[in-house]
């Protein structure tokens, strides 16, 4: 799928109120991208994570593993902020999609 058509579905979901994206990060050039995709920095709300950058970078086979698992922690921080905990049903369904996406 091209960027273009992915920019154009996640739009749709998000004009029709059936999906809400949060981006888990405080950085402005980050915001600023994902504001290019979807059209407008309104289409998404920013939430900081308090996740701990801390994670032993030896423990990783690569700089790419490592990128993804500091990702999925700020991402599990958050969901767990807006979804109402670790049980949350937000939380159930993000962290099975990155099981089944990233095992």
């Not at 915001?31 to 900081?48: A, H, M, R, W």
Request: hydrophobic content about 40%; aromatic content about 8%; proline content about 3%.
């Amino acid at each position: 799928m091209s960027l273009l058509a992915w920019s154009a579905q996640i739009n749709r979901l998000i004009a029709g109120n059936k999906l809400r994206i949060v981006l888990a990060s405080a950085s402005p050039r980050r915001k600023e991208i994902l504001g290019l995709l979807l059209l407008s920095d309104k289409n998404f709300t920013t939430e900081v994570s308090g996740f701990e950058e801390t994670l032993p970078k030896s423990h990783f086979a690569s700089a790419g593993l490592y990128a993804l698992a500091t990702a999925k922690g700020k991402a599990r921080d958050v969901a767990e902020r807006i979804a109402g905990g670790p049980n949350g049903k937000l939380n159930r369904w993000f962290c099975k999609r990155c099981y089944d996406r990233y095992r």
